[in-house]
């Protein structure tokens, strides 16, 4: 979408599009948005960063991504709507059960119920019902879905509902059990990473210990000297062990629970843990940990 498009489709909305982040704003659209990268202290755009110092002093704003607004934008039933609903049935839930229930906060849930269609599946060649309803972005048909997970390695262990409900999967390299998103596999696939983050970390541990032997190396340094160099600093070949315990009472500090099973050929700084709101399995480095994403503790 260009800046022209979006600023033309918030006014069509009966939105004011403005240029800058001003104390009026209360979304922020992000193009290049990872949620990852909106850890405190990250490296942020300057209008992000502003928006942070706005939400600090206490104005509602929000950040959202290009995909979020889209959908947001498509059509009457938006994903804002669909949460709302569910949350106002688990409330009312919780209200039956009982005053101390009714006080629970309530978060997203993992799996957002069908948006049933009748658009045919964008597969060229397959004349399938697809299975989920979209005005601005591709969708497809049950087994072409699990066909692109098929092609990210990953074997879906739960039916498919809606393209944001996190499913669980299971790496068909590495075994690993964890739930993704749908649009989070197709834009790992299409930047040519595994989306198991196990495989990737493994790999991404594995290729550090590399370019760092490779550097001494090319600094010149003689294969005794390298060893002297990694037995003064660390050394990165050697999978680190010692904080195993650090990182799960970490992660319980930030409402998760380390299922005490690191990856295979990863660093024990790299661990599985689930959201004790919602149940959500990640596989993440204790980096990751700052912060719980469901409750922004
Ligand atoms: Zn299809
Ligand atoms: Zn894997
Ligand atoms: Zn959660
Ligand atoms: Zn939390």
Same mark, same amino acid.
């Given at each position: 979408?260009?800046?022209?498009?979006?600023?033309?489709?918030?006014?069509?909305?009966?939105?004011?599009?403005?240029?800058?982040?001003?104390?009026?704003?209360?979304?922020?659209?992000?193009?290049?948005?990872?949620?990852?990268?909106?850890?405190?202290?990250?490296?942020?755009?300057?209008?992000?960063?502003?928006?942070?110092?706005?939400?600090?002093?206490?104005?509602?704003?929000?950040?959202?991504? /290009?995909?979020?607004?889209?959908?947001?934008?498509?059509?009457?039933?938006?994903?804002?709507?669909?949460?709302?609903?569910? =949350?106002?049935?688990? @409330?009312?839930?919780?209200?039956?059960?009982?005053? %101390?229930?009714?006080?629970?906060? +309530?978060?997203?849930?993992?799996?957002?119920?069908?948006?049933?269609?009748?658009?045919?599946?964008?597969?060229?060649?397959? /004349?399938? =019902?697809?299975?989920?309803? +979209?005005?601005?972005?591709?969708?497809?048909?049950?087994? %072409?879905?699990?066909?692109?997970?098929?092609?990210?390695?990953?074997?879906?262990?739960? /039916?498919?509902?809606?393209?944001?409900?996190?499913?669980?999967?299971?790496?068909?390299?590495?075994?690993?059990?964890?739930?993704?998103?749908? @649009?989070?596999?197709?834009?790992?696939?299409?930047?040519?990473?595994?989306?198991?983050?196990?495989?990737?970390?493994? @790999?991404?541990?594995? /290729? +550090?210990?590399?370019?760092?032997?490779?550097?001494?190396?090319?600094?010149?340094?003689?294969?005794?000297?390298?060893?002297?160099?990694?037995?003064?600093?660390?050394?990165?070949?050697?999978?680190? +062990?010692?904080?195993?315990?650090?990182?799960?009472?970490?992660?319980?500090?930030?409402?998760?629970?380390?299922?005490?099973?690191?990856?295979?050929?990863?660093?024990?700084?790299?661990?599985?843990?689930?959201?004790?709101?919602?149940?959500? =399995?990640?596989?993440?480095?204790?980096?990751?940990?700052?912060?719980?994403?469901?409750?922004?503790?």
């Amino acid at each position: 979408m260009t800046r022209q498009m979006a600023w033309d489709a918030v006014a069509n909305a009966g939105g004011q599009p403005a240029p800058t982040t001003t104390r009026k704003t209360n979304i922020l659209v992000v193009g290049d948005f990872n949620p990852a990268s909106l850890r405190p202290g990250a490296n942020v755009s300057g209008k992000a960063a502003k928006a942070f110092a706005l939400q600090d002093k206490g104005q509602d704003i929000e950040l959202m991504t /290009e995909a979020d607004f889209l959908q947001v934008l498509d059509g009457t039933s938006t994903m804002d709507e669909e949460l709302r609903q569910l =949350i106002d049935q688990q @409330e009312a839930k919780s209200d039956e059960v009982g005053a %101390h229930a009714a006080s629970a906060p +309530t978060f997203r849930p993992l799996r957002l119920p069908a948006k049933p269609t009748t658009q045919q599946c964008n597969q060229a060649g397959c /004349e399938a =019902i697809a299975a989920f309803r +979209t005005r601005t972005r591709p969708t497809w048909c049950v087994d %072409h879905i699990d066909a692109k997970l098929t092609d990210a390695g990953l074997r879906p262990l739960e /039916e498919f509902t809606h393209p944001e409900s996190y499913r669980l999967t299971e790496c068909l390299s590495c075994g690993c059990q964890a739930h993704y998103r749908l @649009e989070y596999v197709l834009t790992k696939t299409a930047e040519g990473e595994p989306t198991c983050r196990a495989c990737y970390w493994a @790999e991404w541990s594995r /290729e +550090t210990a590399r370019l760092q032997d490779e550097a001494l190396q090319r600094a010149g340094l003689t294969p005794a000297e390298v060893e002297l160099f990694y037995a003064a600093h660390g050394d990165p070949r050697i999978r680190r +062990t010692h904080d195993a315990e650090g990182f799960v009472r970490e992660a319980a500090a930030k409402h998760r629970d380390g299922l005490g099973d690191a990856p295979v050929d990863t660093d024990r700084f790299v661990q599985r843990v689930r959201c004790r709101h919602c149940g959500k =399995i990640e596989v993440i480095r204790s980096n990751d940990l700052y912060h719980c994403t469901c409750c922004k503790c």
